[in-house]
Nanobody, 124 residues
Framework: QVQLVESGGGLVQAGDSLRLSCAASGRTFSTYTVAWFRQAPGKDRDFVAA????????YYADSVKGRFTVSRDNAKNTVYLQMNSLKPEDTAVYYC?????????????????WGQGTQVTVSS
């Protein structure tokens, strides 16, 4: 069974940076894709970024391109989301998700495993 545990959320000011971590366990993730989604209060869950674990291909939502970077550490079985130049509209619960093939997807319904989420709040 795949388990995903997010950490690193918090309260920051606009323009600050945060790094979220997604620690994965339960499988060998070389053929997996891991993604970050976020959900603000009263809004739908949105795709943020994804990385194919083996090849390292990355995908980003237009709203975060150039500000956020997704990466992985194979030795630690961890995926990171480095978030720079944060804006109040980035405020949301951020979720890590995984699926068992290397094809990037922006659809949450394609992902089989989800973490519990971590809150990111950006004040103006």
């Amino acid at each position: 069974q795949v388990q995903l545990v997010e950490s690193g959320g918090g309260l920051v000011q606009a323009g600050d940076s945060l790094r979220l971590s997604c620690a994965a366990s339960g499988r060998t993730f070389s053929t997996y894709t891991v993604a970050w989604f976020r959900q603000a209060p009263g809004k739908d869950r949105d795709f943020v970024a994804a990385i194919s674990w083996g090849a390292g291909f990355t995908y980003y939502a237009d709203s975060v391109k150039g500000r956020f970077t997704v990466s992985r550490d194979n030795a630690k079985n961890t995926v990171y989301l480095q978030m720079n130049s944060l804006k109040p509209e980035d405020t949301a619960v951020y979720y890590c998700a995984a699926k068992g093939n290397p094809y990037g997807s922006r659809q949450g319904s394609d992902y089989d495993y989800w973490g519990q989420g971590t809150q990111v709040t950006v004040s103006s």
